[in-house]
């Protein structure tokens, strides 16, 4: 991403990014074989686990990893440690047996999250699909 693109997506972030728990709810909502793959969560109702501590925490942990990698974002300078932290990413999640088409859907729940909670014009969607498109390609090679 340029420094503008970088900043769009961050503009937008930054109005959702205070909704951990809700985020997770959605992406669960839209995707329970997502929360199938959380040991804590699966075959629960998820009105049962929202409320939960460690809800709120895996919600955190989330919102709060894509919050330093858009830190990062829009400075070729830090590309190596964007890199670096979405190889561990990848690693852990593909040691978890997450699957492409589960990160596909983690995208689409996320990103219908924040086009409807953000200002989200033209210019911010292409930044944002940008970003998703980077970051993917690096998780997509490990899998
Ligand atoms: C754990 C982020 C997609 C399932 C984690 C952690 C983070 C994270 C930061 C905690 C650190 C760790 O243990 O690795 C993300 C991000 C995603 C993503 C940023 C998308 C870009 C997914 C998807 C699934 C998934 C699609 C399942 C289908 C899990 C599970 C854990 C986990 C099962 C472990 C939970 C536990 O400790 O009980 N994720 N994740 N993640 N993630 Fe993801």
Redesign the pocket.
């Known amino acids: 991403l340029d420094a503008d693109q970088a900043a769009l997506v961050r503009g937008a972030w930054d109005k959702v990014k205070h909704s951990e728990v809700e985020i997770l709810a959605a992406v669960f909502t839209a995707y329970p074989?997502?929360q199938a793959?959380?040991?804590?969560f699966a075959g629960k109702d998820l009105a049962s686990v929202k409320g939960s501590a460690d809800f709120a925490l895996?919600a955190t942990?989330?919102v709060?990893?894509?919050s330093e990698v858009l830190a990062l974002a829009g400075n070729s300078a830090t590309a190596p440690a964007i890199e670096t932290l979405v190889t561990e990413?990848a690693n852990?999640?593909k040691n978890?047996g997450?699957t492409k088409d589960?990160?596909t859907?983690?995208r689409t729940a996320l990103t219908k999250y924040v086009s409807s909670n953000a200002s989200w014009g033209d210019n911010v969607a292409a930044a944002w699909n940008q970003a998703f498109d980077n970051?993917y390609a690096i998780i997509f090679a490990k899998l």
């Open positions: 074989d997502i793959k959380f040991p804590k895996h942990r989330i709060s990893f894509i990413l852990n999640h978890r997450v589960q990160f859907e983690f970051v």
